[in-house]
Each structure stands twice: as structure tokens, then as C-alpha cells.
Nanobody, 125 residues
Framework: QVHLVQSGGGLVQAGGSLKLSCTVS????????MGWFRQAPGKEREFVAS????????YYADSVKGRFTISRDNANSTVYLQMNSVKPEDTAVYYC??????????????????WGQGTQVTVSS
């Protein structure tokens, strides 16, 4: 079993920065891909970013490319989402996710086996 615990989030002004954390515990050796998704009210869950557990093969949604960065702290088995130059349209509940799989499909929520509890990010204009 794998457990994901998220922290961070909150209220930030447009143009500001925020950092989300996702600490992974349990059978981490079985994880190959980590991802971040978000879901705004009334909308479907949307892909934000993904990376291999090794730290390479990073992918981003076009809407966040150049502003958000996914990374990993090997020592603490923690994955981060650094959010810079945030916009009101970034407002959503953000989820981290872990997958036993690797390769194509990491932008699809169905690709993932485990999910964090979600954290609210609100960007004020």
C-alpha cells in the first residue's frame, strides 16, 4: 500500500507563488510515476504535471508550462509543485497522485493508483 499526504495550499494573490507538497510513504519502491491534478468547481479533474519517480521525464499542461515546476526531494520521498505567477484560473483543489505505471498516459487520472487528500488553492485577482 502507498499513502500520499498533501500539505500547502491556501489563498494567494494573482502573480504570487505557492508551493504544494506531497509526502509518499509505504511501498514507494513500487511507484514509477507521480502526478499533480486539479479540479475546479463544476469541472472535471485536470492534468497539471507529472514526472517519473526518478525525477526525469517531466510533463506539464500547456496552461501551466513555464509557471509551475514539479520536483522531488529524494531524502524525504516528497514531491512538490512550485506554482509561480499564479492566475485566478489556477483556483482549484489540487491533488497529487502516484502510479505503478510509467510511459504514456500520465496525463490521464485513470493512470494513477493512489491519490492524496486534496488541498485548496485560491488565487485572488
Amino acid at each position: 500500500q502507498v499513502h500520499l499526504v498533501q500539505s500547502g495550499g491556501g489563498l494567494v494573490q494573482a502573480g504570487g507563488s505557492l508551493k504544494l507538497s506531497c509526502t509518499v510513504s509505504g511501498r514507494t519502491f513500487s511507484i514509477y510515476t507521480m502526478g499533480w491534478f486539479r479540479q475546479a468547481p463544476g469541472k472535471e479533474r485536470e492534468f497539471v504535471a507529472s514526472m517519473r519517480w526518478s525525477g526525469d521525464n517531466r510533463y506539464y499542461a500547456d496552461s501551466v508550462k513555464g509557471r509551475f515546476t514539479i520536483s522531488r526531494d529524494n531524502a524525504n520521498s516528497t514531491v512538490y509543485l512550485q506554482m509561480n505567477s499564479v492566475k485566478p484560473e489556477d483556483t482549484a483543489v489540487y491533488y497529487c497522485a502516484a502510479a505503478h505505471n510509467y510511459g504514456g498516459g500520465s496525463s490521464n487520472p485513470l493512470f494513477y493508483n493512489y491519490w492524496g487528500q486534496g488541498t485548496q488553492v485560491t488565487v485572488s485577482s
